[in-house]
């Protein structure tokens, strides 16, 4: 409706008669055609319609089609949808009212609508940790528990107990990380604060002695690089630093853990295993990978606290080195840090009997410069014997190179080891084992010459001289220690390569040299053609008998002449003469199939005469002609006697014509081609 200026009334005239909408006196009165409705702002727009009922706007300017005028909208451009005065792009709760705007773990979602703690709104499994900032997402840890602070829950951890693991004799408990010491509710042990009830690490199953968990169960081990100072390491009673568990797998006698450490430079495995050489140990076969990037220098620690019963916290404690180089130090001090670059001397080995007290065993070993994707790998022994006469010679038979024994602080318990004498050894350390060299021919020796020089019939592991013995003596390149062949050093003790006398993987022959030609090619194949190598003989050989590739199957190059017909020649009869059935360039022979030649005869009588043909025939045979004899001249040329009979009725002239087929046996004509020959008086030469 047209709106008349102020001061004119205005008049509305209606089925009920003429109204005044709007007096001229008054310039500020609300419009008489908004009654009932009313104009608040005085902008001329009726509240019942106006879209900014308490502010001017005569224009009714909506940019965002919301209903709310722009000049009254708290949210141009956006919405308010849950009417709490924060616009939606703003609002931490768009469609819960939420005033305050409460975010108590700041993820940017409001309080009033998040359903968990931490950023994101999504709760897999329902325990109130956000999806995520869960260390379990599919696993209910409300908790959030990681005891190794890598990141992963407890309760979602590749291993979460460990194993307990029996061979008869010894008894182990094997935490996830690859120490000993796990709980053990059931222990049969006399309870009692002093005998560490409730957990298991060695036990001697005869006499039914625990070694290593009584007290603080300390047991464990560390690993570092010196180049950059970084270290992991675990045991029982601090649980793991800088690690996390990648594997853990067990069987009743046997586990096999696998862990990384935190900075990605090491992954260490420890595989838990009865020992071949007697059941009075356990092995350990430790594995230290450098899985970074860079060379790194490596360092190992293994570190417990000897509490031998039937008197744990009081033994007698024996180190002994031996000749390992990889060995750096060894203590008594079980309160040392995991982490090897850590060392705080209380009584440094080698020491027998120290004691009797609360004592334990720390060695370290330094394996030097391990390089990008190297590996190193070393034994460990645990076990018990029931005297200490009984575990040297267990420790003689494993070959360890250096050792510790627990002893209880009973009478007589640091000379005779009654009623259990406990072991940790070592192998595989640089050295030779303990015992050898002494003159006697201890349990685990092949021989004792009271010397460990190599060579002289003993070697320096008291084993005789010879190839797999694990030393390396005069006309031999390596020696690992067995006579199997292929994996790097083989049975004749050199480096397994082609040449070494060994037929190993991958190889047909091996005849003790490199020389091609004799039987065996330098590649170790047999000496033939489409071996690889080019010997006498050939001309090429592209290791295979493929022909037309450039070498061909008889290893001559491709070429017309070479005796082998390759695409682009119609024969190849391995020379380039013509008239031999095979012309000079290999484009015209005899053919697979039939040729036919025709013959012109004038007379009906017998005919001895000779043909020269560009062929080698094996077989001739007259058509309308019978064929007597024939024979293969030298030449190429073929001679026959043919018996022709004249038809009845000879075409005008006198002379007919008759057919001899030709059936080539060097197949170097064209398939099934026929060839004519113009008829010749039979009286004179061949053609």
């Keep these: ?41 005085l902008d001329d727009i009726c509240d019942d319609v106006d879209n900014c009922i308490f502010t001017p706007n005569p224009t009714q300017d909506d940019s965002d089609f919301d209903g709310v ?43 009033v609508c998040d359903f968990c703690f931490g950023p994101g709104r999504l ?69 009692s604060p002093q005998e560490g009830v409730g957990w ?38 601090g649980g793991p630093t800088n690690m996390s568990v990648q594997s853990f797998e067990s069987t009743p006698d046997r586990a096999v853990s696998s862990v990384d450490t935190a900075d990605g430079i090491f992954r ?21 990978q450098n899985i970074g990037v860079q060379p790194t220098h490596l360092l190992y620690r293994r570190i417990m606290d000897w509490d031998i019963y039937p008197t744990p916290a009081s033994e007698f ?84 190179e250096a050792f510790s024994l627990g002893q209880p602080s009973v009478p007589g318990g640091a000379t005779t080891g009654i009623p259990n004498t406990f072991i940790l050894a070592f192998s595989a350390i640089g050295g030779s084992p303990v015992f050898c060299g002494n003159g006697a021919i201890d349990p685990g020796e092949e021989c004792d010459d009271n010397n460990t020089t190599s060579g002289d019939g003993c070697d320096a592991n008291c084993t005789l001289t010879a190839c797999g013995n694990g030393i390396v003596t005069a006309g031999e390149e390596c020696d690992d220690a067995n006579v199997d062949s ?27 040299n490199t020389t091609s030609g004799d039987g065996c090619d330098v590649n170790c194949t047999p000496t033939a053609c489409g071996n690889g190598i080019v010997t006498a003989g050939e001309e090429c050989d592209d290791a295979n008998v493929v022909s037309g590739d450039g070498c061909d199957g008889n290893c001559t ?17 391995g020379n380039n003469l013509d008239g031999d059935g095979c012309s000079s360039d290999c484009e015209q022979g005899c053919g697979t199939g039939t040729a036919f030649f025709a013959q012109g005869i004038r007379a009906a009588s017998k005919t001895a005469f000779t043909w020269a043909l560009p062929v080698s025939v094996d077989h001739v045979r007259g058509d309308l002609a019978q064929v007597s004899s024939y024979n293969v001249l030298a030449t190429g040329t073929i001679a026959m006697t043919t018996s022709i009979q004249a038809p009845e009725n000879p075409p005008r002239g006198g002379g007919f014509y008759w057919l001899v087929r030709v059936d080539c046996p060097d197949s170097t004509w064209s398939s099934g081609a026929a060839r004519e020959v113009p008829g010749r008086d039979a009286n004179l030469p061949g053609f």
């Design 486 to 512: 292929g994996d790097g050093c083989d049975a004749n003790c050199t480096f397994t390569a082609c040449g070494n006398g060994i037929v190993t993987a991958g190889e047909e022959c091996d005849d003790g």
């Design 317 to 400: 404690v024996t180190l002994e080195h031996g000749t390992a180089t990889n060995l750096l130090r060894s203590d008594t001090n079980w309160l040392n840090s995991l982490n090897p670059l850590l060392f705080n001397s209380t009584q440094p080995g080698p020491v027998t009997d120290a004691g009797p007290g609360d004592l334990g065993a720390l060695f370290d070993f330094d394996f030097g410069t391990l390089g990008s994707g190297e590996s190193k790998s070393f034994n460990i022994y645990y076990g018990a014997a029931g005297s200490e006469a009984d575990a040297l010679a267990v420790i003689g038979a494993s070959g360890a």
């Design 123 to 191: 709760d897999d499994d329902f325990d109130g940790a956000c999806t995520d900032a869960d260390n379990c997402v599919f696993t209910f840890n409300p908790g959030q528990f990681d005891s190794d602070g890598d990141g992963v829950g407890d309760v979602c951890e590749p291993c979460q107990s460990g194993a307990i693991l029996t061979n008869g004799t010894i008894t182990l408990g094997v935490g996830c990380q690859g120490h000993l010491n796990i709980p053990f509710e059931r222990d049969p042990l006399p309870e």
């Design 557 to 573: 190059l491709t070429r017309c002449g070479n005796g082998i017909a390759t695409p682009g020649e119609a024969c190849d009869d």
């Design 268 to 288: 260490v495995t420890h595989d838990f295993h009865p020992a071949p050489s007697t059941p009075q140990l356990y092995e350990i076969t430790v594995t230290i």
């Design 69 to 111: 005028g722009d000049a009254c909208d708290l949210c141009p451009g956006d919405y308010d949808s849950d009417g709490d005065g924060h616009c939606n792009r703003a609002d931490v709760c768009p469609f819960n009212p939420d005033p305050p705007q409460t975010d108590a773990d700041l993820d940017g979602i409001g309080d």
């Design 1 to 41: 409706m047209l709106k008349p200026p102020r001061g004119l009334a205005t008049f509305v005239l209606t089925g009920l008669g003429l109204f005044v909408l709007q007096s001229p006196s008054d310039a500020h009165a609300p419009l008489i055609h908004c009654a009932g409705a009313g104009d608040f702002d």
């Design 200 to 237: 298991i690490g060695l036990r001697y199953n005869v006499t039914g002695a625990a070694a290593t968990e009584a007290g603080l169960p300390a047991e464990g081990w560390g690993v570092a690089d010196v180049t950059t100072g970084a270290w992991a390491g675990t045991n029982a009673a």
